[in-house]
């Protein structure tokens, strides 16, 4: 009986159909937990469903189903476009009573019931969410149900939050539509209403909730939102709750976000004083309400001014380093730079480093020590293997130890790093990005490292701004949610003429303006192995660039010894200079090309060079370094 329901209720409809469930601890009303689940294929995936309702119920779950069909396989609003239903979990209103008869309606446990309504048309998602709120406030139901992404009790299946697990059972089904226009008449809800929570909802809130609940909102949240969003249970101080429970609040209505999610978001948090307490849901609903009400007239503004004693009085440390003078502690940013400048080793030492605890190339302090997550598709992974295991044994990581007196023996270190080496990972795919979630849930790591950047992005333009933006946002989403450094590799555009290696990526504007810690590779002298790294942070006065040569040997062997040396910058003019003394002629425009110096500033100094009898032009354009005669007329 379920799945024929829910099968009719989907239809003709093709896309991705969602069935989550809980499992209920002890069989009680509260506890347990959530498993959303994959999302099936419809109308193909129907053995599949069928087996995830079977499983569901030989092993007691509460399973659940969304009436909607989404275009990609991801339970959220931007994923629906047209729907011709509308449906309301009536909880204690008896369907057969109401104005507007449902086309469908079940009751999910004693006295407790669901229903749904069969449009006569498809109506654009956002204006069938108007209505389903609007049906949901004038008939009574439940204000907490009536969101497009809402799921629902399957027809007929038990019910294990009630002692007994009643069941179920479907009350009609009717097929026949009704005329949209019966529910565009109904009395608009308006933000004036207040949200109502079951106390089930809001007890059973936890932190793993939050990606999903502010997913529909991340282009509105700026970085700082996000920072107290994520704030973990070890930076929330018991004196700074109230404060910053109501700040939270206060931003999030005021950055547009709903009232109801607003409610659910909060409840989420760490910052939520009073999980736990009889009254939760009344409070959290009365202060959001409270602060929707205070804000009506300047909504459209979202800014909010802070008097300097707040600012003062708030407790804003920085963040620290995650690796001394090389990244910035829970950051998120790139290691950029020209082809075959190391930027692959450099990002595993910096793995294995942060995995272990050992100074990055045996010189840069580790601070903040932990699991990582490597994802590669650029590289073999014999060579990856081959890579770490030359940097564990530069560390000293790759031995194990034996002592006779008393005899004790110390195996080598395992390190917490996790490598996905050349699985296909798609940045562009949701089911891609849910794994690092999940893994990162499971895995807890400081840093999420991505390698390379053009090989993920599926058929996205890495030089579109509007290509990009679901990417970098989901970046520092995963920073944000699992307090983690977020490092992805990339490389610089072939015909940059900046000095600045941020503004030589591949995608520059938009890249640079989003980094916070960054690594930029240069070649120094190839023949030697030799690179320049050019350090940059948004918190921190620019250091200096550091020299590093390479000294490595060829595959299947261990030796590998990072050398660092403070960069000595020459004169430009000089190199200028010397790039002439070679006995080559070139135009402005070659020399601008070699050394990546705008044409305008080539021409500067080559003028100043000419003058100075240095340079001389043998052509139009073209110049060369002045030939000088020695006393025995040589040249």
Known sequence: MSEGTIFKVWGDSKGWVSLPRKLRKAHTAKGGSWEEGEMFRWPEGKEAINSWIQDSVTNKYDLYWCPCVFKEPRRIKQNIYKMNILYADLDEVIPDKLAIKPSVAWESSP???????????????????RLNKNLTYAIGADKGGWDLTQVLRVPGLRNYKYEGAPKGKLLW?????????????????????????????????????????????????NPKILELLFASESDVLVEDRSARLWELEHKLIENGVPKED??????????????????????????????????????????????YEDLMSQKLDNPGWMIEGIWQRTSHGMIAGEPKTYKSIIATDMAVSVASGQPFMGKFAVHHQGP????????????????????????????????????????????????????????????????????????????????????????????????????????IRLRYAFHTSV???????????????????????????????????????????????????????????????????????????????????????????????????????????????????????????????KVEEVSKGVYRAKRTTEPDGET
């Open 372 to 475: 990582v997550l490597m994802i590669q598709e650029e590289n073999a992974p014999w060579l990856v293997q081959d890579r770490v295991g030359k940097i564990v044994n530069h560390r000293g990581l790759l031995a194990g130890e034996v002592k006779d007196k008393p005899l004790t023996v110390k195996f080598p270190e395992m390190l917490p790093i996790y490598f996905l080496n050349n699985m296909g990972f798609d940045l562009t795919k949701p089911e891609d990005r849910e794994f690092i979630e999940l893994a990162a849930k499971e895995k807890s790591p400081v840093l999420i490292i991505f390698d390379s950047l053009y090989l993920m992005l599926g058929g996205k333009d890495e030089n579109s701004a509007k290509d990009l933006r679901e990417v970098l946002e989901w970046f």
């Open 487 to 613: 490092i992805v590799l990339h490389h610089w555009n072939k015909g940059g003429k900046s000095e600045r290696g941020g503004q030589r990526m591949l995608g520059s504007v938009t890249f640079h303006a989003w980094v916070e810690s960054a690594l930029y590779t240069s070649v120094l002298k190839e023949e030697n192995h030799e690179i320049v790294l050019d350090r940059e942070f948004r918190s921190f006065v620019k250091p200096s660039k550091i020299d590093i040569r390479f000294d490595m040997a060829d595959p299947g062997e261990l030796h590998y010894v990072p050398h660092i040396s403070d960069h000595k910058d020459e004169e430009e003019g000089d190199t200028l200079f010397d790039l002439l003394s070679n006995g080559m002629s070139l135009t402005t425009e070659e020399i601008s090309d070699t050394l990546g110096i705008p044409q305008k500033q080539v021409k500067a100094r080559v003028s100043k060079l000419v003058e100075e009898k």
């Open 173 to 221: 089904f009717n097929s026949k539509p009704i005329p949209s226009s019966k529910f565009i008449e109904l009395p608009d809800a308006g933000i004036e209403d207040l949200v109502e929570l079951s106390p089930e909802e809001i007890l059973e809130s936890d932190i793993k909730l939050l990606p999903e609940l502010i997913r529909p909102y991340i282009a509105k949240l």
């Open 262 to 307: 607003v409610i659910k978001i909060v409840a989420s948090s760490n910052w939520n004083k009073y999980k736990g307490r009889k009254d939760e849901t009344r409070r959290i609903v009365s202060e959001v309400e409270k602060i929707s009400q205070e804000n009506i007239p300047s909504l459209f503004m979202k800014k909010i001014w802070t008097p």
């Open 111 to 129: 006295n407790r019931y669901a229903a749904i309504w069969f449009l006569d048309k498809n109506l654009p998602a956002q204006e069938a969410e």
